[in-house]
C-alpha cells in the first residue's frame, strides 16, 4: 500500500511543480505590483512615501513578509530552472523553431527564462542591498541618495523593467493555463496593465533619481554652512546661504531634524541644527 503511494506522489511531482511554480509566481507578482505601487507613492511627497514603511512595520508586516519574499523568491527559481534549457543546443534548437513557427507563447516562455535568469542575479543583490542597508532604514532621502548614484540608476531601470516583463509574461501564461482560453484578450490585457507599471516605475525612478541629485547638492550646503559657521563667517553671506539652503529644502519638502544628518550621511553637530532648525 505504501509502495502504491509513493508511486501516486512520483507519477503526480511534475503535477505537484508545476502548482507549485504557478502558486509562487502568482504571489510573487502579487507581491512585485503591491511595492511598485507603494514606491510610487515617492510621487506625492516624501511625508506619504515615509508612511507607508511606517505603517508596515507598526503592524509587523515588513517583518513577515521579507523573509516571506526572499524564500518564495529562491523557491519559484529552484521550481524553474528545472524547465529552463541549460544546454546551449537545446536553446538554439527551441529558438530557431520558434522563429521558423513564430510561436508567439514559445517565444514569451524563452524570453521568460531568460527574464528569469537575469532575476536571479539583480534580485539577490537588491536583497543584498535592502537586508543591509536595514529595512527600517527605508526613508525618501535614503532611497532617493541610492537611486541618484549613477551605477544604481541604470541598475533599477533594468531591473524593474524586466521584473515586469518577466511578472507580465508569467501571468499571462498562467491565466491561458487555468483559463484554457481567450489567448488574445488575455495577451491584450496583460500587455496594458505592464505598459502601464512600466509608465509608473520609470516615473518613479525618476522622481528618485531627481530628489537624489538634489540632496547632494543640499548636503554640500550644509557642509559648506557649516565651514562658515566655524570660520565666524559674516553674517549676511551666511544668511544668504541659508536661504538657499531652506529654497531647496522646500522644494524636497523635507524638515529639518537629526534624521536628515543621518540620511545624508553627515556628522551631527546640535550647533549647526539649532541654527537650520532656527531659520526654518
Not at 544628518?261 to 550647533?271: A, R, S
Request: glycine share 4%; aromatic share 12%.
Amino acid at each position: 500500500m505504501m509502495q502504491q503511494i509513493k508511486m501516486s506522489f512520483i507519477k503526480r511531482l511534475p503535477a505537484h511543480n508545476d502548482f507549485l511554480l504557478s502558486l509562487s509566481g502568482f504571489c510573487l507578482s502579487l507581491f512585485l505590483a503591491t511595492h511598485l505601487v507603494f514606491d510610487a507613492t515617492i510621487l506625492f511627497g516624501p511625508s506619504v512615501f515615509n508612511n507607508v514603511p511606517k505603517m508596515l512595520h507598526s503592524i509587523y508586516l515588513a517583518q513577515i513578509f521579507t523573509p516571506v519574499v526572499v524564500a518564495g523568491f529562491f523557491i519559484h527559481f529552484c521550481i524553474a530552472v528545472r524547465k529552463i534549457p541549460v544546454k546551449s543546443s537545446e536553446l538554439q534548437r527551441i529558438l530557431k523553431l520558434s522563429i521558423q513557427t513564430r510561436h508567439r507563447d514559445t517565444m514569451l516562455w524563452l524570453l521568460q527564462c531568460i527574464t528569469g535568469l537575469f532575476l536571479l542575479l539583480a534580485g539577490t543583490l537588491h536583497f543584498w542591498i535592502i537586508l543591509t542597508d536595514g529595512i527600517k532604514n527605508i526613508n525618501a532621502v535614503s532611497s532617493s541618495n541610492r537611486a541618484a548614484l549613477p551605477q544604481f540608476h541604470v541598475f533599477y531601470y533594468i531591473f524593474m523593467c524586466t521584473a515586469i516583463l518577466h511578472s507580465g509574461i508569467g501571468m499571462y501564461r498562467i491565466s491561458i493555463k487555468w483559463a484554457g482560453k481567450g489567448r488574445k484578450i488575455i495577451f491584450a490585457l496583460m500587455l496594458i496593465i505592464c505598459t502601464g507599471y512600466g509608465i509608473m516605475s520609470i516615473m518613479t525612478i525618476n522622481r528618485f533619481n531627481n530628489r537624489g541629485e538634489m540632496q547632494a547638492v543640499l548636503k554640500q550646503r550644509i557642509i559648506y554652512i557649516n565651514s562658515m559657521i566655524d570660520n565666524n563667517t559674516a553674517v549676511e553671506s551666511l544668511n544668504s546661504e541659508l536661504m538657499d539652503f531652506h529654497k531647496i529644502m522646500d522644494k524636497l519638502q523635507l524638515k529639518v531634524s537629526p534624521e536628515l544628518f543621518e540620511n545624508l550621511g553627515i556628522t551631527y553637530d546640535e550647533k549647526l541644527y539649532l541654527i537650520l532648525k532656527k531659520t526654518e
